[in-house]
Structures are given as structure tokens and as C-alpha cells.
């Protein structure tokens, strides 16, 4: 009976020991052991990175001036008079004409001033192009002179032979002229323009480029031209002439030449996508003619290659 007890009591006491067991395994309400103890981190998900595009399109103004290099300048298709080619003898050969002297013409090419605007598109981080059309500040041709010869007229042949028109007394009727001649130049260029970064420090960019394009002309030209008849005989000084004849031309012509550029400069960005562009440029517009045609008159001033030296400031918004 004793040993009865005795297992029985060594049974309660390992259901005990099970239960304590248990409940000390679930103090926490299961939530694990002292290493577990505390509530489970959340994991944070990583920040989605913003894209940063780079701008592919910009606008740009620029303003400049420009140092001109004097381009020649001559005439051709004027005839005011004749020379007197007589030889001595009873034979006088035909007059050679004459027209204007280039000593006549004078030029305003010294400096002008530019203004433009165009778009640009940038292929890389270093390499864009743009096309740009600019304007350019009138320049001028002026031209003013005199002549002065005897005036010759048909006096038989075969073969044909002139002679001096002669007063009453045997002096020859001389032809006196003056002559104005002013033309005004206008004028554009169009070109596409493509451009190398050499590097970047900062917020600074120098560059160089080239350009290729058309320069349009547009002229507007005004001719005068008098002639009086002077004898000598009767008025020796010629201070009173005779007015024989006074005309005035007006007309526009168009013209085109092939441009070109050289660029080297520097950028700025300014910030919010707005760059100031410093450079200075090689302009070479070629060289075109400005023709007159009217009245009987037919002429053409033409004008040597132009090139000019260009000192630019602008600003380039780029555009996503």
C-alpha cells in the first residue's frame, strides 16, 4: 500500500513539474524567450530614386557687335561722257566712253551690331547643334563725283569720224556732270551651327564650334546725274551752265552669298536651366552686288568680301 502511494505521489509531482514547465515556457503569451522579447522591427522600404532628364532642346538670344573688315567696292555699267581721243590731223576716231572713277565711292563697313535668335539641340553631354538667324545694322556706299570733257558728235565717214562740237568762235562746247550715288546694304545670316564642351568647372563650359549657312542682302539705291553745256567762248569759267539733262534712279535689289563662322566661347549657368553664353565669332558673309536698273540707266556696285570680327552675349533656356 506504501509503495502504492508512493508512485502515485511520484506521478502527480511529474504532472506538476510538466504543467510549471509549460508555463514558464509561456510567460510572455508565446511571444518567444528573452531573446525574442520586444516587438519585430518593420522593414522600410528604399526610397524610389527621382530621374534627373537632362534638357534635350534650347532657345537662345544673343546681341553683339561687330568689327568690319573694309571690303572693296567698285561700279560698273555707268557711262557719263567721252574722252577726247582726237589725234592731230583731219581724222578724229571715235570717243572713248567713260563712267564713274572708284576714287568716287566711299564706305560705311567699319562696325554694326547684330541681334538673333535660334533652337538648339543637345545629342550628348558635350556635343549640340542649333540654327540661328541674326540680323545685322545697315551699312552704306556712297559715292559722289564730277566730270568734265568736250562734247563730241559724227562728223562723216567712211570710216567714221568725230569731232568737238564748236561754238560760233571755234571753241569747243564742253559738258559738265555731277553724280550722287548711294546705296544702302541690309542684311541676315541663316546658319547651322554645331558645337564641342570642351570640359566643365563649376558652373562654367568653354566651347568652340562652326557654322555654315546663307547671308540674304537686300539693297536700296539711289543714283542722281546732271549734265549742263558750258562755252567757253562766251562764259570761260563755265559759271553759269546750261542744264541739259537731270535724272534720278531709285531701286531695291535682292542678293544671297554663301556664310560661314568660327565660334570659341564660354557659358555660365545661371541655374533653373538658364545659361549666359559669352563668344566671340569669325563671320564671313562673301561678297554680292547691288544693281540699279532704270531710266535708261544700268548699273551694278559691287561689293568685295566681308568678313567681321563679332563679340556676342546671349542667353541659352534649356527646354526637357
Given amino acids: 500500500m506504501k509503495s502504492t502511494l508512493a508512485v502515485v ?7 506538476a513539474g510538466l504543467d510549471e514547465a509549460a508555463h514558464a515556457a509561456d510567460w510572455n503569451g508565446a511571444a518567444g524567450g528573452i531573446k525574442d522579447y520586444g516587438r519585430a522591427g518593420v522593414p522600410v522600404p528604399a526610397p524610389i530614386p527621382v530621374p534627373d532628364y537632362a534638357a534635350k532642346w534650347y532657345f537662345r538670344l544673343d546681341a553683339g557687335i561687330g568689327f568690319i573688315g573694309e571690303p572693296s567696292i567698285s561700279e560698273s555699267g ?3 561722257g567721252t574722252t577726247d581721243s582726237c589725234l592731230p590731223g583731219p581724222v578724229c576716231p571715235a570717243p572713248t566712253p567713260f563712267g564713274s572713277s572708284p576714287s568716287w565711292f566711299a564706305k560705311d563697313y567699319e562696325t554694326s551690331v547684330t541681334w538673333g535668335l535660334g533652337t538648339g539641340y543637345y545629342w550628348s553631354s558635350r556635343v549640340r547643334t542649333d540654327l540661328t538667324a541674326d540680323v545685322r545694322s545697315q551699312q552704306s556706299v556712297k559715292g559722289a563725283g564730277s566730270y568734265r570733257y568736250d562734247q563730241h558728235s559724227f562728223t562723216g565717214g567712211p570710216p567714221p569720224v568725230y569731232g568737238p562740237v564748236l561754238d560760233g568762235a571755234g571753241n569747243p562746247i564742253q ?7 548711294n546705296t544702302m546694304h541690309r542684311s541676315g545670316t541663316v546658319l547651322f551651327n554645331l558645337y564641342y564642351d ?16 546663307v547671308a540674304l542682302h537686300e539693297f536700296e539705291r539711289t543714283h542722281r ?4 553745256a558750258c562755252d567757253t567762248n562766251l562764259d570761260p569759267t563755265c559759271a ?3 542744264l541739259l539733262t537731270s535724272a534720278s534712279v531709285n531701286d531695291k535689289s ?25 563668344n566671340y565669332r569669325y563671320l564671313n558673309i562673301g561678297s554680292t552686288s547691288a544693281n540699279l536698273n532704270g531710266a535708261g540707266v544700268a548699273s551694278k556696285v ?7 570680327h563679332q563679340l556676342r552675349a546671349g542667353l541659352r533656356f534649356d527646354i526637357n
Fill in 254 to 278: 535682292h542678293a544671297a552669298s554663301l556664310a560661314w563662322a568660327l565660334m570659341a566661347g564660354m557659358s555660365y549657368n545661371i541655374g533653373h536651366g538658364t545659361l549666359l553664353d559669352v
Fill in 198 to 213: 570642351l570640359f566643365k568647372h563649376g558652373a562654367f563650359t568653354p566651347y568652340v564650334g562652326a557654322g555654315i549657312g
Fill in 225 to 228: 546725274n546732271s549734265a549742263s
Fill in 9 to 15: 505521489a511520484i506521478a502527480v509531482a511529474a504532472v
Fill in 78 to 80: 555707268l557711262i557719263f
Fill in 175 to 181: 559738258i559738265l556732270g555731277s553724280v550722287t550715288d
Fill in 302 to 308: 559691287s561689293i568685295g568680301e566681308q568678313s567681321e
Fill in 240 to 242: 553759269a551752265p546750261i
